[in-house]
């Protein structure tokens, strides 16, 4: 058991390293040479246009999750309306090129790029309006002063005072260092993740498995708790959702796919060093219900 | 994270380095075949070369005059610039654990990789239909039989399998030569001389792995084990089961064999 369980985690690491090194990337490039003020622009001001809008800004804008909450925050803070804010910091981890990628390949038989792009859009937009309709004073959501351990788990943003001009090879060096933090940040859980997902492979039993993902309930139930604690990086995420393939049904690794992005673990951490509790509880049970509700449609139709 | 002492940028950079050297031996060994799909290759490769680039960087840090990276999260995020002493050793704790994770797979990827064990099979289900994944692949769908003889390797096995599973008349008679692993899945009605003939089949790495294979029948007296390697020689016959017709390989010959280097079939 012990070579398989080697094998197969090594597999998911070696499979989606790629990803979340493109996505840290990415990630570094935003952080450090766009600022909030040019998203904030590109997102429309009449009211229900920016809630179709913003769930599309990671095409341009591919932030993982782990440095969404900040950048929420601080779009905000800077006049962004809420709804349309927390719209962006639910669809923008999932829908982005670097995530669509990394989806089709882990899926190459199955249009799960698809179910989790359309997915996310869906779920995206409706709290958004939920918010827009309810919630839309900032003072609901964040807190006055954010908590430094849970917010500052790590360097994220541009600082607001504006850098000394560097030269190109200074950049790079900045880039690179950069990416090399996020990966330590985000890769950590994926080696927790593909391990996990490596001992549930090699030691559960296969009818335990096939009986728990083949139920609707039971398996978008389990993918969600799966997702929530694994709280790996939207980047990498489908290829440990792919190694269930064979036992849960695809409404459930839709599930995973969804509601990993949305919220986990970590990013529950940090919504509450940033945000009200009370906002973080209405966001978490908003989430868990959507994303549910869908994938269990999702599972009856298809 | 940040700022960042010598010993942890000699550190990080070590474990990126760690990582570029084992993925480029992988890639040149042939040992990237044990884990991942054939298409992941390239990328693996490239993600060595990356690795190898972050961890020249810290190292140019190590050297460097100053004696630390400062990150932003020291200028000022949130405004707050927090050292009690606590933060400070939680702090390092958390960074000591990153490191370790980081380190485990490293010291997995001393071993030198073998591939999945057969008898992981029993978890991974038996697929007896990969039609549709031909179909995406955009595969010929033809079996190419010489003097009713088809020797099966790497790229027919899956279309065999289908073949005797699905259309078996077209290949009543034809004698077979196959490597597999004897398998008895539980959930078949299967004697003590029939087995599956098996193979891992990976659409993206070993974690995805089902297992592809078709009936034969051992000869009486055979002295292998389920889940041994073995080379047979036999004929295609018309079988009925569970009320289908299926076919069926007599084994006329067969020998134990080792493991091969590349077992994994790839779709």
Redesign the interface.
Same mark, same amino acid.
């Given at each position: 058991m012990l070579?398989?369980l080697?094998? $197969?985690?090594?597999?998911?690491? $070696?499979?989606a #390293?790629?990803f979340v @090194?493109i996505g840290v990337f990415a990630s570094s490039l935003i952080h450090l040479f766009i600022s909030e003020e040019l998203i904030s622009r590109i997102i429309p001001k009449q009211r229900f246009a920016r809630l179709l809008i913003a769930p599309l800004l990671g095409i341009l804008f591919p932030i993982c999750e782990c440095g969404i909450v900040l950048v929420v925050r601080r779009l905000i803070q800077k006049g962004v309306p809420p709804s349309a804010a927390i719209t962006f910091m639910l669809a923008v981890p999932i829908i982005n090129p670097v995530v669509a990628a990394s989806t089709h390949?882990?899926f190459? *038989?199955i249009p799960m790029l698809y179910y989790r792009m359309i997915g996310a859009f869906i779920i995206a937009v409706l709290i958004g309006l939920i918010i827009e309709l309810f919630f839309n004073r900032p003072d609901q959501y964040l807190r006055e002063t954010?908590q *430094?351990?849970d917010?500052?788990d790590? *360097?994220? @943003? !541009?600082?607001e005072t504006k850098p000394k001009k560097k030269s190109y090879l200074q950049n790079a060096?900045e880039l $690179?260092?950069h990416?090399?933090?996020d @990966?330590? &940040?985000m890769?950590?859980y994926l080696?927790?993740g593909s391990?996990l997902?490596?001992l549930i !492979?090699?030691a559960?039993?296969?009818e335990l #498995?096939v009986s728990i993902g083949q139920g609707e309930t039971s398996s978008i139930a389990v993918m969600m708790l799966l997702a929530y604690g694994l709280s790996i990086c939207s980047e990498a995420d489908a290829? &440990?959702a792919?190694?269930f393939? @064979?036992?849960f049904i695809p409404a459930s690794l839709t599930a995973f796919l969804l509601y990993g992005p949305m919220t986990d673990i970590k990013n529950t951490l940090m919504m509450l060093g940033c945000f009200k509790a009370k906002f973080v509880a209405i966001w978490l049970a908003l989430i868990t219900v959507s994303v549910f509700l869908l994938t269990y449609l999702m599972a009856i139709l298809l | 994270?940040?700022p960042y002492s010598k010993t942890e940028q000699l550190v +990080?950079s070590s474990i990126?380095f760690g990582?570029s050297y084992w993925?480029f031996l992988?890639y040149a060994t042939g040992g990237?075949n044990?884990?991942?799909h054939t +298409?992941?290759h390239n990328?693996?490769l490239?993600?060595a070369s990356?690795m190898l680039?972050?961890a020249l960087?810290?190292l140019?840090?190590f050297f460097s005059v100053n004696t630390a990276?400062v990150?932003?999260?020291?200028?000022?995020?949130?405004g707050?610039i927090?050292d009690k002493t606590s933060?400070k050793g +939680?702090q390092a704790a958390k960074k000591a654990?990153?490191?370790l994770?980081?380190i485990?797979?490293l010291l997995?990827?001393i071993?030198p990789?073998?591939?999945?064990?057969p008898?992981?099979a029993?978890?991974?289900?038996l697929e007896v239909d990969i039609g549709?994944?031909q179909e995406?692949a955009g595969e010929a769908r033809t079996l190419e039989i010489d003097n009713n003889f088809l020797e099966v390797d790497n790229h027919n096995y899956t279309l065999l399998a289908e073949g005797l599973w699905g259309n078996p008349h077209d290949l009543e008679g034809v004698e077979i030569k196959a490597l597999g692993f004897l398998y008895q899945p539980s959930w078949y009605d299967l004697s003590a001389e029939q087995f599956i003939l098996g193979r891992y089949l990976i659409?993206?790495?070993?974690?995805?792995a089902?297992v592809n294979g078709f009936l034969i029948v051992m000869p009486v007296g055979y002295t292998a084990n389920e889940f041994d390697w073995v080379q047979i020689k036999g004929t295609v016959i018309l079988a009925g089961y569970q009320g289908e017709v299926v076919g069926a390989v007599i084994v006329e010959v067969y020998e134990v064999a080792d493991p091969p280097s590349d077992p994994y079939l790839f779709y």
């Open positions: 070579n398989n080697i094998t $197969i985690f090594l597999s998911i690491i $070696i499979e #390293l790629p @090194l390949m882990a190459p *038989h954010p *430094h351990d917010c500052c790590r *360097h994220l @943003l !541009q600082i060096m $690179i260092t990416a090399g933090d @990966l330590f &940040v890769g950590k080696i927790m391990f997902a490596a !492979q090699s559960v039993s296969r #498995l290829f &440990v792919s190694s393939s @064979l036992t | 994270m940040g +990080r990126f990582y993925l992988l990237l044990y884990f991942v +298409r992941f990328l693996a490239v993600t990356v680039l972050l960087t810290q140019a840090g990276l990150s932003a999260h020291e200028a000022g995020c949130c707050q927090n933060h +939680r654990l990153t490191y994770v980081f485990i797979p997995f990827g071993i990789p073998s591939g999945l064990d008898a992981l029993e978890k991974k289900g549709y994944l995406t659409t993206c790495c070993a974690a995805d089902l």
